[in-house]
């Protein structure tokens, strides 16, 4: 593999997923800029030669290796290699969708962007149409697309998609769907080979398909630096708190990266109500194991929707006599009228701050005062050229050396 020609990578944005997409084709033309940088400096003093001649001679081979794959320019200078491959979307009268890809993807390795939670208008028909989606418009979108980009010929399909959809079905208390399972094992039938997401809601959904990789990422890198950024906050009166037994490891990791204690939050559940918004939920009685009492408390959770356990969380650990509280989502959904309720407890003093990821394009909360969104697509594009130059994801899935050197530099 040419590290500093990606000639078999393409990356395809559906509607919905275009701003997500095109700022990870920016991170990944940084990156194999520095490598082509870094390449052309070795060979230049390795050789004793001249680093204009090297990435002279370094254009070459690319351009003999693929030669429409890099734009003109100076030849011995890095030329950004083509990576984002234009598509067409076509929303009919009646509903259906029709994906159509405008330049040939024949065996390239091609990574296919969607962000299924994305529910501001997007277009269709070359902008002639704006239309708001739901997650089963953008699932059956992905599903055209993936389609198309098979019947295209592509080598490789992954499937990128911060939010997995349907998730929070993947076990069965009673007569229900394996819903979370169905949905991919229908993109592995479709031939998806792989599905990147991040902070999964449960790691057992990869287990389900047959030969489909699932590479589930992690934001804590990126929250612990913004957590690290909020004055006076990682002081001695700090503990992590998992909001319910299911939160555990992921608490437990950020307790033991930030060496700070751990408490738990357990809530007793009466299943015979249902779960109607933030205010009408099915939490009976929250007990806490551990200390919160004049202390900052920080949350850690994957998804927030319409967030009703998350206020009464923060309501609770208020009464037990905790000073701030400071939550973290991977996953922002703020479903309903979720944004409302939030902005109630922020002027009531519920919590101090919530950290979320830009894995869901969000326009209403980003300007909040009490919001702070952290950048993941730098992580996504670390990952996308990992895998297609095959190498390893280990330093990536597992974090835990670059957090010390970063807590370590503040």
């Not at 204009?52 to 003999?64: C, G, P």
């Not at 057992?204 to 990789?213: A, H, K, L, V």
Request: proline share 3%.
């Amino acid at each position: 593999m040419n590290y500093s020609n990606p000639a078999n990578l393409a990356v395809l944005a559906c509607p919905g997923g275009e701003m997500f997409a095109d700022e990870v084709v920016n991170h990944l033309k940084k990156g194999y800029k520095r490598i082509f940088e870094k390449m052309s400096a070795e060979l230049a003093k390795r050789y004793s030669q001249d680093i204009n001649y090297i990435a002279n001679r370094i254009n070459f081979i690319n351009d003999v290796v693929s030669p429409a794959h890099h734009s003109q320019g100076n030849i011995e200078k890095f030329r950004a290699p083509h990576i984002k491959v234009p598509a067409r979307f076509t929303c009919f009268p009646n509903g259906e969708i029709k994906a159509e890809i405008l330049e040939s993807i024949r065996g390239k390795d091609i990574y296919i962007v969607q962000d299924v939670e994305n529910h501001y208008p997007v277009s269709f028909n070359d902008g002639d149409l704006k239309k708001a989606l739901s997650v089963n418009d953008h699932l059956m979108t992905m599903f055209v697309t993936v389609d198309a980009a098979k019947q295209a010929g592509a080598d490789r399909i992954t499937l990128v998609t911060p939010v997995y959809p349907y998730s929070r079905q993947h076990k069965a208390k009673g007569r229900e769907g394996l819903t979370a399972s169905r949905v991919g094992k229908i993109m592995e039938f479709l031939g998806v080979n792989r599905i990147i997401t991040l902070d999964i809601h449960s790691r057992e959904i990869g287990n389900s398909f047959n030969c489909m990789r699932l590479e589930n990422l992690h934001a804590s890198y990126q929250i612990i630096r913004a957590l690290s950024h909020l004055p006076g906050v990682l002081c001695d009166d700090f503990v992590v708190v998992s909001p319910d037994t299911g939160a555990v490891d992921r608490n437990k990791f950020y307790a033991t990266a930030l060496k700070k204690p751990l408490a738990l939050l357990y809530k007793e559940r009466d299943y015979s109500k249902v779960s109607r918004n933030a205010l009408e939920n099915n939490i009976a009685e929250i007990k806490l194991l551990g200390n919160v009492r004049d202390k900052t408390v920080f949350m850690a959770d994957d998804m927030l929707g319409t967030g009703g356990t998350l206020l009464k969380n923060m309501k609770f650990l208020k009464e037990q006599g905790a000073g701030k509280v400071i939550c973290s989502v991977s996953l922002p959904l703020f479903s309903g009228e979720a944004i409302k309720y939030f902005d109630e407890a922020y002027k009531e003093g519920l919590f101090y701050r919530i950290i979320g990821t830009n894995a869901v394009y969000q326009e209403d909360i980003i300007t909040r005062e009490w919001y702070i969104s952290v950048n993941i697509t730098r992580l996504f594009a670390q990952t996308i050229s990992r895998l297609h130059q095959g190498l390893s994801l280990s330093s990536l899935l597992d974090n835990r050396d670059v957090i010390v050197k970063l807590l370590a530099d503040n």
